[in-house]
């Protein structure tokens, strides 16, 4: 966080085994999540506000975790803090 906006960001996403989506060579998804995860962490450090994240489709999921993730960093991130922040997945 720096200058009121993300200055960079490591979005991941978990199936329920605990396994990184991101480095699933296979997954109950197409597009597979390695493939949009890297625009999802681009779209965070681009935005101004949450709702500037699109959401892709398939992944709809996690595209309100990363908009939960933005809010959390904006609301408590200091310039030039690294910020690790956990969030619970959204009701189904």
């Not at 699933?24 to 965070?44: G, T, V």
């Amino acid at each position: 966080y720096l200058d009121g906006r993300v200055a960079s960001v490591e979005f991941e996403s978990y199936d329920r085994q605990g396994n990184k989506k991101s480095e699933a060579a296979e997954y109950d998804m197409d597009p597979l999540p390695r493939d949009w995860l890297p625009s999802l962490n681009a779209n965070l450090c681009d935005a101004k506000t949450s709702e500037d994240i699109d959401t892709i489709a398939g992944a709809t999921a996690s595209c309100h975790n990363a908009r939960q993730l933005f809010e959390a960093i904006v609301q408590h991130g200091k310039p030039g803090q690294i910020l690790e922040v956990h969030l619970a997945p959204p009701p189904i």
